[in-house]
């Protein structure tokens, strides 16, 4: 490799990492700081005070369960729902089977601050607002996509002739469903129910028209701080929201194996 070559890999690979983790080690960086405020670009001082304050909101803990609750319900009622439909999909071929696929993409292809509004207006009307149900039906929705696009893929690469032949040996279909389908296609839907689960943990928008005030994760309880709060407080609230999420990687990491898990990571 020539040295000219070796100066434009080594500049692109720079701008790629300064763009991918700045912001990372900036949130770290504010996160640390006692003092922070402008013209200076480094903290002033650096410290722990921030996150005693954090620490010791009365409701932060409540927050916290409640954003893991939600997400594992979400998580459940979205496969529930969607691996059935995600079965289908990839068994059956029928008119206008491209289209329903597509339309699952069209949910995040506009600002969903308004399909919440028309959802929360239906939820209102069923007296959903304000209640648990409602919540987990918002974040199941929200995450739909992960569960019927990327469990169709695997179902798609699950060969028939495996399920006919235990068929043929007398399996019925719930059986050969359980025993030759579903294993094959278990790592892809693992990673589908990671992104579920990690997308629903990190919601929001829908979470705060559906949900406020009887229901409060800390997503939501991060935009009632953070407003009359300095950003060392939003950065303390981001870095709690990304550690469940290395956890959960670092899990599906060790269960998958190094190279299972970024060929999955990657198919998807």
């Not at 020539?2 to 690979?13: A, D, Y």
């Not at 008119?95 to 601050?113: E, M, V």
């Not at 469990?151 to 495996?162: D, H, R």
Request: aromatic content about 16%.
């Amino acid at each position: 490799m020539s040295k000219r070559k070796w100066v434009i890999n080594f500049l692109v690979l720079f701008v790629f990492a300064f763009f991918m983790y700045g912001p990372l080690l900036n949130t770290l960086m504010i996160a640390f700081a006692d003092k922070y405020q402008a013209p200076h670009v480094l903290p002033v001082t650096f410290g722990f005070t921030w996150w005693q304050n954090v620490l010791s909101q009365s409701d932060l803990w409540q927050a916290l369960i409640n954003s893991f609750l939600v997400a594992a319900l979400a998580t459940i009622v979205s496969m529930a729902i969607c691996l059935p439909a995600a079965y289908a999909l990839a068994r059956y071929h029928f008119k206008g089977r491209s289209l329903f696929l597509f339309s699952f993409l069209l949910s995040n292809a506009f600002p969903k601050i308004g399909l919440y509004t028309a959802i929360g207006i239906i939820f209102y009307k069923l007296q959903l607002m304000g209640t648990l149900t409602g919540v987990v039906l918002i974040n199941a929705l929200n995450t739909m996509i992960f569960m019927i696009w990327i469990p169709t893929g695997a179902f798609q690469n699950v060969y028939q002739q495996q399920e006919e032949a235990a068929r043929d040996v007398g399996a019925g279909p719930v059986r050969v469903f359980f025993t030759i389908t579903f294993p094959s296609a278990a790592p892809a839907i693992l990673v589908a129910a990671m992104y579920t689960f990690l997308g629903a943990l990190d919601e929001s928008q829908g979470t705060l028209l559906v949900g406020f005030p009887q229901i409060k994760t800390m997503a939501t309880a991060m935009y009632g701080i953070i407003l009359d709060q300095p950003p060392m407080v939003g950065a303390i609230f981001a870095l709690l929201l990304i550690v469940p999420a290395i956890l959960i990687l670092w899990g599906c990491y060790k269960v998958f194996g190094k190279k299972s898990f970024l060929k999955q990571l990657m198919i998807k």
